[in-house]
């Protein structure tokens, strides 16, 4: 028994010993780094001491200090930042789903602003300005090695006022110039129209307004068809969707899931992980639903899309998304201003991280691009049929009411066709919604 014990202090002793011999490097490795630290910030000092009493101009010590916290914040990477007081007040009012501006969500690549996407019905929009486009100068400047933020506030100005903004696009061999005259957006989060026996929901942006929009308009819709089943489905259209609040990309997830993951958040932390989960509740009872995506569908439309998705929801069509999967809290800071910083990656119900990657559709169309300057040509030749011959023969096996249906069919059918001609991806997969009810077992 004594030899037991004296076995057990030894060895108690021994890791007393070989903790003190681990955790003594350790502990002083701590100290170098803290010591390495404290000699930056004094470097820091310095360096902001010299350029106060020796810059060839007198500089402001904050818009110093500013600068020096943006180039921290945005060395980490493309999505955090400084949010000077004025911006921070400027991104909530986006929140809310109005500002002043040309409409365009933007990031930076390869030293270039690039457009991620240009927003619905606003003066980018209507100009021509299209998701891949690189902007290379802001009338006449360029903005190669600039800041993001900088670059942005070459392109703010008052409402009503002309930007010249040049665009390298690809499969152009050229630069070319595009005006466009700021304006107030007021964004409209959720546009709804039915096209046929279909819903089509157009999803601009997720701000406070897009739940409460498309819930109303689904129930509009479905109210003007006469009932849900006169509805074969719907079209959720995110294309060119920069994305919003996660809370608002979780609530439309949930809007057609009875149940199961939406989306997780992991941080540098394992205990700061969320999960968010459905709850029961469809508001199509089931229909068939088609979502929309493209190169600009970013961030919470790559969350929608990626959970209807992997649950089987829904059909994903068009090309890949953007591949923004990163999360980024806005934390206040004294004086009104703010800090925009990434603190989680996302991950689909499936577990997989987009960041990077985007979201694959299960079925590939891309959207036929016209080119700058392109015009259509019209065939001016009449389209002429038996029934425009002189003299020719009546259809006496048919009575009014089958005419008049035959006529009805023909008019969706040019409709139809009119629709491939405007918008193809659109058209498709409405396609896909007549398809699929078509194979639908009779109740």
Not at 129 to 140: K, L, Q, R
Not at 234 to 245: I, K, Q
């Amino acid at each position: 028994m004594r030899r037991f014990v004296v076995a057990a202090l030894g060895g108690t002793l021994a890791g007393i010993l070989a903790t003190t011999q681990i955790a003594g490097p350790l502990i002083a490795q701590e100290n170098d780094r803290q010591a390495t630290v404290y000699e930056q910030l004094d470097l820091f000092g310095d360096i902001f001491e010299r350029i106060r009493a020796q810059y060839v101009e007198e500089v402001d010590e904050k818009d110093l200090i500013e600068a020096a916290i943006n180039g921290m914040l945005t060395s980490l990477d493309p999505h955090s930042g400084y949010l000077a007081p004025q911006d921070a007040a400027e991104m909530r009012q986006q929140t809310r789903g109005e500002f002043g501006g040309l409409g365009i969500e933007v990031t930076q690549e390869e030293g270039f602003v690039k457009v991620v996407s240009p927003i619905d019905g606003t003066p980018a929009d209507q100009a021509g300005i299209e998701a891949g486009d690189f902007i290379t100068h802001v009338d006449g400047e360029s903005v190669l090695g600039l800041t993001l933020d900088a670059a942005v506030e070459m392109m703010r100005g008052p409402v009503g006022s002309e930007i010249i903004v040049t665009i390298a696009r690809e499969g152009e061999t050229e630069p070319f110039d595009v005006s466009i005259i700021r304006d107030t957006i007021k964004l409209t989060a959720v546009r709804s129209r039915t096209e046929g026996d279909s819903l089509v929901m157009r999803v601009t942006t997720f701000n406070d307004q897009t739940y409460p929009n498309l819930a109303e308009g689904i129930a509009k819709e479905v109210e003007a068809a006469g009932g849900l089943d006169n509805i074969n489905g719907l079209v959720l259209d995110l294309r060119n969707n920069p994305g919003g609040l996660l809370t608002q990309a979780i609530r439309v997830s949930d809007a057609f899931l009875e149940k199961g993951e939406i989306v997780s958040t992991r941080g540098r932390d394992v205990a700061d992980g969320e999960r968010f989960n459905a709850t029961p509740g469809d508001l199509i009872n089931g229909k068939p639903i088609v979502v929309l995506i493209n190169g600009g569908s970013a961030s919470a439309s790559e969350i929608v899309a990626g959970a209807l998705k992997d649950h089987r929801r829904a059909i994903v069509v068009g090309t890949k998304s953007f591949g923004k999967g990163s999360v980024q809290t806005v934390m206040p800071l004294r004086g009104e201003g703010a800090m925009r910083l990434t603190t989680a990656r996302y991950y689909t119900p499936s577990g997989r991280s987009i960041q990077a990657l985007g979201v694959s559709p299960d079925i590939v169309v891309e959207q036929p691009r016209r080119r700058v300057g392109e015009e259509e040509e019209e065939d001016l030749r009449p389209n002429r049929s038996e029934a425009d011959l002189r003299g020719s023969l009546n259809n006496d096996s048919l009575s009014e009411d089958e005419i008049r249906q035959i006529e009805e069919d023909r008019a969706a059918a040019e409709a139809a066709a009119q629709l491939r001609e405007d918008d193809y991806q659109l058209a498709y997969a409405i396609d896909i919604l007549t398809g699929l009810t078509a194979l639908a077992p009779a109740e």
